[in-house]
């Protein structure tokens, strides 16, 4: 579905991203990790049509991309959901909701998308209208989640999901991703957790410095003395 070839980013003089290739299949979930300031969020932004590449492309479905605007990858049901969250803190629940279905005109079928959401996260349900910056860094990953569900992704990327959350909240996280992966949407996930990423990944890539310098299978990688040495405490 998605195939990054040759990918190079500078900021200034700095190559942040320097040689970059991955590909990643329908159904997949593939992890990127690495150490912070590896270079992952600058692939993603790039991948999201944030930042422009000096060279390399970025096909999606044998398309394309690399140089299309942020928002029209967005039509093209490639959705980030950024490091941070990123919510509306001063609209509802609701509101950010509605907003992630800002290219959609399938009135009805937004309705029942909202209501899928607000399954899968009863919490949100609970909170409807209350305002996005109100309520805790747990509940506005879910929200940031449920938000780029109703743009009804193909490939949903996950920059850093566990960031900032208590060790039970990250499982439940974790357990949320595998669980919209397996109804059906492609999940590209930068985690810096890790051992969490590797358990439910098919295929990892590990980023250091601008460069991938291993590849494997989330088993492959996670029994791994030398990976476990350098990114799993041990």
């Known amino acids: 579905m998605l195939k990054v070839n040759n990918l190079k980013v500078n900021y200034g003089m700095i190559e942040a991203i320097k040689d970059v290739s991955f590909e990643i299949n329908q159904g997949e979930i593939i992890a990127l990790i690495g150490a912070n300031g590896a270079g992952k969020t600058t692939i993603m932004h790039a991948i999201s049509g944030l930042?422009?590449?000096?060279?390399?492309?970025?096909?999606?479905?044998?398309?394309?991309?690399?140089?299309?605007?942020?928002?029209?990858?967005?039509?093209?049901?490639?959705?980030?959901?950024?490091e941070r969250r990123r919510?509306?803190?001063?609209?509802?629940?609701?509101?950010?909701?509605?907003?992630?279905?800002f290219t959609r005109?399938?009135?009805?079928e937004i309705?029942?998308?909202?209501?899928?959401?607000?399954?899968?996260?009863?919490?949100?349900?609970?909170?409807?209208?209350?305002?996005a910056g109100t309520l805790s860094g747990g509940e506005q990953q879910m929200l940031a989640m449920g938000r780029a569900l109703m743009s009804k992704p193909e490939i949903l990327i996950l920059d850093e999901p566990s960031?900032?959350?208590?060790?039970?909240?990250?499982?439940?996280?974790?357990?949320?991703?595998?669980?919209?992966?397996?109804s059906g949407t492609t999940?590209?996930?930068?985690?810096?957790?890790?051992?969490m990423a590797l358990k439910i990944a098919d295929r990892a890539y590990v980023l250091e410095t601008g460069n991938i310098v291993v590849t494997g299978t989330g088993e492959e990688l996670i029994n791994s003395d030398e990976i476990k040495k350098a990114y799993l405490g041990g």
């Open 51 to 82: 930042i422009k590449p000096v060279s390399g492309s970025i096909m999606l479905n044998g398309q394309d991309i690399t140089k299309i605007q942020a928002h029209e990858i967005v039509r093209k049901h490639l959705i980030q959901v950024p």
């Open 87 to 101: 919510v509306f803190a001063s609209q509802s629940v609701e509101e950010n909701l509605q907003l992630g279905a």
């Open 105 to 108: 005109k399938d009135k009805v």
């Open 111 to 131: 309705a029942k998308d909202m209501e899928m959401v607000y399954a899968r996260f009863p919490r949100l349900k609970e909170r409807y209208k209350q305002l």
């Open 163 to 182: 960031m900032g959350l208590a060790p039970l909240l990250v499982a439940e996280i974790f357990s949320i991703i595998k669980d919209i992966n397996k």
């Open 187 to 195: 999940v590209l996930l930068v985690e810096q957790n890790a051992k």
